[in-house]
């Protein structure tokens, strides 16, 4: 099933891997399956992995209509309820997280337990970012990794460019996601979440600062924290092997309490 058509004829594109207990990958604005290829092999090692872009991301169509956190939160619904699935595992990293996050409120019959990665609940009271995260010019995408892994790996960056590069988000489509999350805000409200919740940060993450992170794991009750020694906001391409190994010990974990 490569794509799972919403009520408003919104196509979303979908792939699963492995098998097990169903784990829900939700991507960043503007990402795309693609950009979980590091990480999709190890956790489906344990789980069934289920990977879709967001409307408007990657393969994923954009009807040109308004959209909330909450229609990307049905949209996760969906896309679990037409493979079967009532109930995942949801790992969500930057705006991703802020859907998991949305969805644990709004619709917590279907979230197991949540992984919270890179992410904060609402950018209008989020810590900042302390100096100047700009990258040189033309090259934005640099302030997305650390300032040591950009300078010493080029390659693994270029690589990563190249695999994005191949479907660009529409101007439209990233604007529509950028007003949900600045209309989205989740701060007085993530102390009600009730699953097992890990909250993943990168310590030299250059857009989303760290301090969320801690403030999230205050705030969510039982949350866990673990930071990933100095990597940047695409932790999970930077220091794959310890992020897997961090959500799969704590998925382990969240299955084995009653």
């Not at 990480?39 to 990657?58: C, K, Q, Y």
């Amino acid at each position: 099933m490569p794509f799972v058509e919403r009520p408003d004829g919104c196509r979303l594109y979908v792939e699963t891997h492995g098998g097990g207990s169903p784990l829900l990958l939700l991507e960043g604005m503007g990402g795309d399956v693609p950009g979980w290829r590091r990480n999709i092999p190890t956790l489906a090692s344990r789980h069934l992995v289920i990977a879709f872009d967001h409307r408007g991301n990657g393969r994923s169509s954009m009807p040109d209509a308004p959209v909330s956190m909450a229609t990307f939160v049905d949209d996760a619904v969906g896309v679990l309820c037409a493979l079967g699935h009532e109930r995942a595992h949801v790992y969500g990293m930057s705006f991703g997280g802020m859907v998991a996050q949305e969805m644990a409120l709004a619709r917590p019959q279907h979230v197991r337990s949540l992984v919270l990665a890179c992410t904060n609940a609402g950018p209008a009271r989020a810590s900042k970012v302390a100096g100047d995260p700009r990258a040189p010019k033309g090259r934005p995408y640099l302030t997305l990794y650390s300032e040591r892994f950009a300078r010493e790996h080029p390659d693994h960056v270029a690589q990563d460019i190249r695999v994005g590069s191949r479907q660009p988000q529409q101007p439209q489509a990233r604007s529509r996601q950028w007003q949900a999350i600045q209309a989205w805000d989740a701060w007085d409200r993530i102390s009600s979440i009730a699953c097992p919740a890990l909250i993943l940060h990168g310590t030299e993450d250059r857009i989303v600062a760290v301090e969320n992170a801690r403030r999230l794991a205050s705030l969510i009750p039982g949350a866990r924290l673990r930071l990933l020694d100095g990597a940047g906001h695409l932790y999970h391409s930077e220091q794959p092997e310890e992020a897997d190994r961090a959500v799969l010990e704590f998925l382990a974990g969240a299955e084995a309490s009653p």
